[in-house]
T-cell receptor
Framework: EAQVTQNPRYLITVTGKKLTVTCSQN?????MSWYRQDPGLGLRQIYY???????DKGDVPEGYKVSRKEKRNFPLILESPSPNQTSLYFC?????????????FGEGSWLTVV | AQSVTQLDSQVPVFEEAPVELRCNYS??????LFWYVQYPNQGLQLLLK??????LVKSINGFEAEFNKSQTSFHLRKPSVHISDTAEYFC?????????????FGTGTRLKVLA
């Protein structure tokens, strides 16, 4: 089954404690990205990657890091989380070539920073 | 710059009534148009999309959307909703920029179907 898997699904952490949200896809997609979803703001892209070792900033990259060492994995790293990073996070992937490609989303990770 | 506007943040509707969720976009280039649905505690999944050809596109569960180039709209409709259609719906556009396709999402419309 084609899927994007992210973990953890739910996490409460304290300000400043580094955390990593993992993401893995089994569709051999080149393009992967992270979004955060906040009420009234919809989905905003944090970072994206068009292939291994190729990452770039999205619209709201401050406070986040990513890496793409393998094609299937794209972890999101919060080096020093702050309360304004409390949000619902989605990992997503899609093929890079072609037009009008469908984006496949993970089930989301609820993060609360206290 | 390209943008997507979903004017209605919430739409309550009674079961078996028709519904329309509005989506307008602004773009100076050709775009592809999508509707995604997010059921409670789930990720987004594709509902339908317009790439080219017939301007009316349909999903397997009775939703349809019509691409209107002159009005730059892609409204989502269903003639008779079910309780199970309760979800958040996101309109999105995709356009070519700097050699790759960028996707922009609207802020979402929460559809609440009432018994």
């Amino acid at each position: 089954e084609a899927q994007v898997t992210q973990n953890p699904r739910y996490l409460i952490t304290v300000t400043g404690k580094k955390l990593t949200v993992t993401c893995s896809q089994n569709m051999n997609h080149e393009y992967m990205s992270w979004y955060r979803q906040d009420p009234g703001l919809g989905l905003r892209q944090i970072y994206y990657s068009m292939n291994v070792e190729a990452t770039d900033k999205g619209d709201v990259p401050e406070g986040y890091k990513v890496s793409r060492k393998e094609k299937r994995n794209f972890p999101l790293i919060l080096e020093s989380p702050s309360p304004n990073q409390t949000s619902l996070y989605f990992c997503a992937s899609r093929p890079l070539a072609g037009t009008g490609n469908t984006i496949y989303f993970g089930e989301g990770s609820w993060l609360t920073v206290v | 710059a390209q943008s997507v506007t979903q004017l209605d943040s919430q739409v309550p509707v009674f079961e078996e009534a028709p519904v329309e969720l509005r989506c307008n976009y602004s773009s100076s280039v050709s775009v592809y148009l999508f509707w995604y649905v997010q059921y409670p505690n789930q990720g987004l999944q594709l509902l339908l999309k317009y790439l080219s050809g017939s301007t009316l596109v349909k999903s397997i569960n009775g939703f349809e959307a019509e691409f209107n180039k002159s009005q730059t709209s892609f409204h989502l409709r269903k003639p008779s909703v079910h309780i199970s259609d309760t979800a958040e719906y996101f309109c999105a556009v995709s356009h070519l920029t700097s050699g790759t396709y960028k996707y922009i999402f609207g802020t979402g419309t929460r559809l609440k179907v009432l018994a």
